[in-house]
């Protein structure tokens, strides 16, 4: 039986999930009839916690979970686990069954530390709606057991997939241009009542970064109440591996690591708002090669709050595209 935990990151689904899956491990206990019986009871609690993510009930995934439980995600954000999944809200009326990533769990084994806590370690391949872009990851569960039930004590989480020497920046040298952001829902055009968001893209004179510049501007709302953000897109000798930091006119700021995944680019990122809050997403970029690029944000985590996924498509103005190179 698999299971995934979700991080609030998890504003809608974790895509670096937490695979609760189980298969026989090994340890000598002092009688087999107790292991089979702990084997049997976590695989119990992984079923119950596949049928809660199922149904979207975020107070019995908590109660899963010590209440000290923690998580550290695959770019470092510790985050406590009940918190984290029990902002898990059922799906709106008439979301399509298939509108949910596909979850693979590999390579999973337990093994018993005590007969009080078990850790679980394996892989996973998260297959997000529309089925592009395939992310790949590793995980470790703990579980323990408490007050004669088997809980969820800790989890960690690890990117699987490092970012190649050959995801050089020139391979994002489609971005640059000047672009409008449309929402998909409806047909493609900029939607009213909602903000206008406006983005150019360009080389810096070394050729060093790509400066993205945003400006989002509030409906009906004048030039200057306009947010501005601005990107630096950079490969980083330190991390060997193409790096952003983005800055906003409200204080916020972030910081993402970007990998290329069967045909799109995956921007893994960071931030601090202007309150404080800490939250982090997925942010997937899929070009078309003909001046359009479809963009969709998973939250992972975004404080205590629950915010949905984000599908939109940027369109470049026809005149604006780099010229030394379509980039790939």
Avoid at 81 to 90: A, S
Wanted: with cysteine; charged share 25%.
């Amino acid at each position: 039986m698999l299971s995934f935990t979700l991080s609030p990151t998890t504003q809608s689904l974790r895509l670096f999930v937490t695979p609760l899956a189980f298969l026989v491990g090994f340890m000598a206990l002092p009688a087999a009839a107790d292991l089979a019986a702990d084997q049997q009871a976590i695989r119990e609690s992984s079923r119950r916690y596949k049928e809660a993510l199922d149904r979207g009930d975020g107070k019995a995934l908590a109660a899963i979970w010590m209440a000290d439980g923690d998580i550290v995600d695959a770019v470092g954000n510790v985050l406590k686990g009940r918190d984290t999944v029990e902002v898990l809200e059922p799906p709106a009326a008439g979301t399509p069954a298939n509108a949910k990533p596909e979850f693979t769990i590999k390579d999973t084994g337990l093994r018993f530390l005590s007969p009080d806590v078990a850790i679980e370690d394996g892989a996973v391949e998260v297959v997000p709606a529309d089925g592009a872009a395939t992310l790949h990851g590793r995980f470790s569960a703990v579980w323990v057991r408490h007050e004669g039930s088997w809980k969820l004590g800790a989890l960690r989480e690890a990117r699987g997939e490092p970012a190649s020497g050959s995801e050089t920046l020139a391979d994002l040298a489609w971005m640059v241009g000047d672009w409008t952001v449309v929402d998909d829902a409806v047909g493609g055009k900029p939607a009213s009542g909602k903000p206008t968001i406006e983005m150019r893209v360009r080389w810096n004179p070394t050729r060093t970064f790509l400066l993205r510049d945003m400006t989002i501007t509030p409906p009906g709302a004048a030039a200057d109440a306009a947010i501005q953000i601005t990107q630096r897109i950079g490969w980083d000798p330190l991390s060997k591996g193409i790096r952003s930091w983005v800055f906003s006119s409200d204080g916020g700021h972030g910081e993402a690591d970007w990998t290329r995944n069967d045909g799109s680019w995956v921007a893994r990122t960071t931030a601090v708002l202007p309150d404080g809050s800490q939250t982090s997403s997925l942010n997937i970029y899929r070009y078309d090669g003909k001046g359009r690029c479809v963009w969709r944000s998973l939250p992972t985590h975004v404080g205590g709050e629950h915010m949905p996924q984000v599908n939109m498509t940027l369109v470049r103005k026809p005149g604006t595209e780099n010229t030394e190179g379509a980039g790939r």
